[in-house]
């Protein structure tokens, strides 16, 4: 289940935009069957974007593609090799260069609550971290700047090894899809399976 999703520089987003939908206990009475509870917490289960056309509404839904594709993908990326959602604000030149930043927050099949951070640019993926919420408040998964990663508490799987083959261009979360990592491959799972983007009338 989706709580969130936060976009930075990406395609015609510049600043953070906030896709979020958690709601009040105002709107339950409201709108009663498209109120969902998870975790404690209210969220709606179907939302509508509107805004004027070319106004970046699909660039929302493209996000979402680029951290399916990644995720899905990024593990078989060669050295050197190019990430091809890196699709940064096109409209000043200062921005080209900078890193595209997505922040996902959802729960797994077992309903546990993630959150999911990436920075990348070009070539290179400069951020990464994986947070959870075991007891309701969050723990460290796993975090990674450059090719540096530290680990939480709860990580429980291979380490030196991941990270010796582990490209810059690369997603630890993606790498470690094979290892059968508590809670890592939960949150892989979402992305391969559990997320779905479709858009119409898109000629991309």
């Keep these: ?10 395609r015609s987003i510049r600043g953070e935009l906030l896709l979020d939908l958690s709601t009040s206990g105002r709107l339950k009475s409201e709108l009663n069957n498209n109120i969902l509870e998870q975790n404690g917490e209210q969220l709606i289960s179907t939302a509508i974007i509107y805004g004027r056309n070319a106004s970046g509404k699909s660039n929302i839904l493209k996000a979402f593609r680029a951290l399916e594709f990644l995720v899905k993908n990024s593990d078989q ?9 890196y699709e940064p604000f096109i409209f000043e030149r200062s921005h080209q260069k900078e890193n595209i930043e997505f922040e996902i927050v959802f729960s797994g099949e077992t309903g546990i609550k993630f959150n999911y951070k990436i920075a990348f640019n070009e070539k290179t993926i400069d951020y990464e971290a ?3 919420y ?12 450059n090719k540096r990663v530290s680990y939480g508490d709860y990580y429980r799987g291979e380490k030196k090894s991941v990270e010796q083959n582990l490209l810059e261009n690369q997603l630890f979360l993606s790498k470690t899809s094979n290892n059968n990592i508590p809670y890592l491959k939960e949150a892989y799972l979402f992305f391969t399976s559990g997320l779905t983007v479709s858009t119409f009338h898109d000629t991309e």
């Design 1 to 10: 289940m989706l709580y969130s999703l936060k976009i930075k520089n990406f």
């Design 134 to 145: 075991p007891k309701g408040t969050p723990a460290k998964l796993f975090e990674r700047k």
């Design 77 to 85: 990326f060669k050295h050197d090799q190019k990430l091809p959602p």
């Design 130 to 132: 994986l947070l959870f």
